[in-house]
């Protein structure tokens, strides 16, 4: 599976898939004018990634702000990971915020009621 990579702009984020070694990255900030139509390829990538997946995933959230159309979007991109989980491999997401940014700080929260993968919070 060929890796999907996007350079981040000043609104949308940087995007690193790698379908081989299960790493993932997304990176930025999230404000694009229409997020579904940002993440609708990223969502129809996971989809091919989850039929044909290493047994291990890892997906790295470095994101600085993201709006609340983001917020669907990425809620949606992270069920399509939940399936992973459904069939026995491991997923984990790691959620960096900046130590003053409550506001990220209490979306990683909020994902982890919101999805059923494990969360670690990371701060920097």
Sequence with gaps: MENLALKGTPKTPMIHFDGLSGKFEISGRSIPENS?????????????YVSTSVPQTVIHVRLEYF??????????????????????????????????????????????????????????
């Design 67 to 124: 709006n609340t159309s983001s917020l669907k979007s990425v809620v949606v991109l992270f069920r399509r990971f939940e399936k992973l989980i459904k069939s026995g491999r491991k997923v984990e997401i790691f959620w960096y915020y900046e130590e003053e940014d409550e506001d990220m700080f209490e979306s990683g929260e909020d994902f982890k009621l919101l999805i059923k993968i494990p969360i670690q919070l990371i701060k920097i």
């Design 36 to 48: 579904a139509n940002f993440y609708l390829p990223l969502i129809h990538w996971v989809e091919q």
